[in-house]
Each structure stands twice: as structure tokens, then as C-alpha cells.
């Protein structure tokens, strides 16, 4: 198997750098069975970051990954997201437990806020940490923060990751972002890495798939996989998508690969506003 490659979190967990998504998953009956069978498949192959959130399928999609980890709750570690409307005191704790239920366990490995809303950050802080002493989650993160919201977090508060839109059309997190978190020590998740599908079909992408013999979602993934403090969460519904996203794994992009892709996907040359999806 491709050797497991590892990022390690602040608080020392280390986790496998390519998880699985699950945005829209659990959204129609007809595609469920084949969507468990896919996050199984990434289980078997050591993809154990499953990223889901309450927003998705207003829990459809919690219940899913629910269905697909029984009896191998303690092989995965689940990351799910608290909107950003529920994270005041009472509303985090409740929209937590409630994702628990859905997911059917008793420990959320790591909570996100999904994006930053109109709640002071300590008072969503105070409650994450409740949550942390309670045991409901194991630590706590930050979603769609740029530099200034990390800058706006109370003193002492250290998130465990900063969820992130980054791939190759969306570079902008190279030029603060990254290099601000790497500062602090915060591991980014990468999330939407083939850009929702829509830049598989880019020409420099098939240019360098076919110096390798791979497949361009394999070389989306293997370029953002290519720091070693990004994780990437492809979402795949099929099992064979999720053996391709797990073959990028073998894939090491070359000095000429990179700048073949820079050149058809510039790097950012000042900052910009952190897009999201
Ligand atoms: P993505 O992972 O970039 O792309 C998913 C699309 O790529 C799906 O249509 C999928 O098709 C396709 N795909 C995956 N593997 C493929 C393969 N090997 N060959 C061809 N197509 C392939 O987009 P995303 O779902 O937006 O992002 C990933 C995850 O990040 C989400 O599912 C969610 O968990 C998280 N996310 C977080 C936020 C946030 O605000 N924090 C926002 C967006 C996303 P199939 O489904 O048919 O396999």
C-alpha cells in the first residue's frame, strides 16, 4: 500500500495528510449506498480524516458518515463544523450533541467553526473548550479564518487547524495565509483540492498527468499535497474515486512539474481576501 503520510496537529495527534469530504453527500437515496461504500473504501486505505459538518444536508450528511464508521468508530478521526448561527454558549453545546447523536458516537475528534459569524470569538471559545473538558470533542478548530480573524482569536486560544478553500485556482492563501499559519503552527486543511471537479479538465494538468502516467485529479492532489502542513479532504462517492485520490499519495511532482503548473496557475504576488465556497 502507498506509505501514510502524516501531518502532526498542535495538540501531537498525528493524521493521515489526505482525509475524505462529505459536502452533499446523504442528499439523494439512490447514491447513499455506493457513498458509505466509498468512505469504507478511504477507511481501508488509511483516508481516516472524515470531514463532515451539521450545514451538510442539514445533518444528512452526519448521519451518513454515522452509518458508514459503525463498528469502526475508532479507525476514523471525525472532524465536524458548528455554524457559525448556533456558536454562542448554549447553541454550540447543543448543535455539538446533537451532532453526536447523528453520527452515532460520543467524541467529535476535532470541532471547526464553520466560518466566522456575528458571535464574539471568546464566547465560542470558552464553549469549544467546554466541550473539550466535557469529552464530547477531542480538540477544536477554525474554518474560512484569514489572517486577521486568527489575529481576532482570544490570547492563549490555539486552534488545531484553520479549514481553508486551497487548490490550484486558488492560490491567495500562499502569499499570508500559509506562511502566517505555519508561524503559529497551525495545520491547514485544504478543503474543496479538485475545486468541486472543475479544474480536472485544465490543459497544464493533463500536460503533467501524462509525463507520470497518472490522472489529473491525481496531480490536483499530489499539488496540494506537496506542503507538509496541508491536509487535503477530497470528497469521492465512488469506490474507485477514492482509490484514485488515494493513489496520489505515490505521486511526487517535480521541480519542472511546479513550474509548468505555476505557469498556467500563477502564484499570488500580493495579498487577497480569503476566497470560500
Ligand atoms: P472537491 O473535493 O474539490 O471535489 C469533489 C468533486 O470531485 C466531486 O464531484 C467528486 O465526484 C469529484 N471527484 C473526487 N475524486 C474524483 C476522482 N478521482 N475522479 C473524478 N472526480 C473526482 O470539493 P468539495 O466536496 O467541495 O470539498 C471537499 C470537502 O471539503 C467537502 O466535501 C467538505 O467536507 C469540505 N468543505 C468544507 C468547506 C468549509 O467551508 N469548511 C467548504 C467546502 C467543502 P464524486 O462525488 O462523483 O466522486
Not at 40 to 62: F, H, K, W
Amino acid at each position: 500500500m502507498t506509505q501514510a503520510r502524516t501531518v502532526t496537529l498542535p495538540s501531537g495527534a498525528k493524521v493521515p495528510a489526505l482525509g475524505q469530504g462529505t459536502w452533499h453527500m446523504g442528499d439523494h437515496p439512490a447514491r447513499r449506498s455506493d457513498e458509505i461504500a466509498a468512505l469504507r473504501r478511504g477507511l481501508d486505505l488509511g483516508l481516516t480524516v472524515i470531514d463532515t459538518a451539521e450545514m451538510y444536508g442539514s445533518g444528512a450528511a452526519e448521519e451518513l458518515v454515522g452509518e458508514a464508521i459503525r463498528g469502526r468508530r475508532d479507525e476514523a478521526f471525525l472532524v465536524s463544523k458548528v455554524l457559525p448561527s448556533h456558536a454562542d454558549r448554549k447553541g454550540t453545546a447543543a448543535a455539538c450533541h446533537a451532532s453526536l447523536r447523528r453520527l452515532g458516537t460520543d467524541r467529535i475528534d476535532l470541532y471547526l467553526l464553520h466560518w466566522r459569524g456575528s458571535v464574539p470569538l471568546h464566547e465560542t471559545v470558552d464553549a469549544l473548550e467546554s466541550l473539550v473538558s466535557e469529552g464530547s470533542i477531542g480538540s477544536w478548530g477554525v474554518s474560512n479564518f484569514d489572517v486577521d480573524d486568527l489575529e481576532d482569536l482570544p490570547d492563549g486560544a490555539h486552534p488545531q487547524t484553520d479549514q481553508v478553500l486551497y487548490n490550484l485556482t486558488r492560490r491567495g492563501p500562499e502569499y499570508g495565509l500559509l506562511p502566517r499559519c505555519r508561524e503559529l503552527a497551525i495545520p491547514v486543511m485544504a478543503y474543496s483540492p479538485v475545486e468541486q471537479g472543475r479544474l480536472l479538465g485544465h490543459e497544464a494538468l493533463a500536460a503533467v498527468a501524462d509525463t507520470h502516467g497518472v490522472s489529473p485529479v491525481q496531480v490536483a492532489l499530489a499539488w496540494v499535497l506537496r506542503r507538509d502542513d496541508v491536509i487535503a479532504i477530497p470528497k469521492a462517492s465512488t469506490t474507485s474515486h477514492v482509490e484514485e485520490n488515494h493513489a496520489a499519495l505515490g505521486l511526487h511532482l517535480t521541480d519542472e512539474d511546479l513550474r509548468t503548473l505555476d505557469a498556467s496557475f500563477p502564484p499570488p504576488t500580493r495579498e487577497q481576501p480569503l476566497d470560500v465556497l
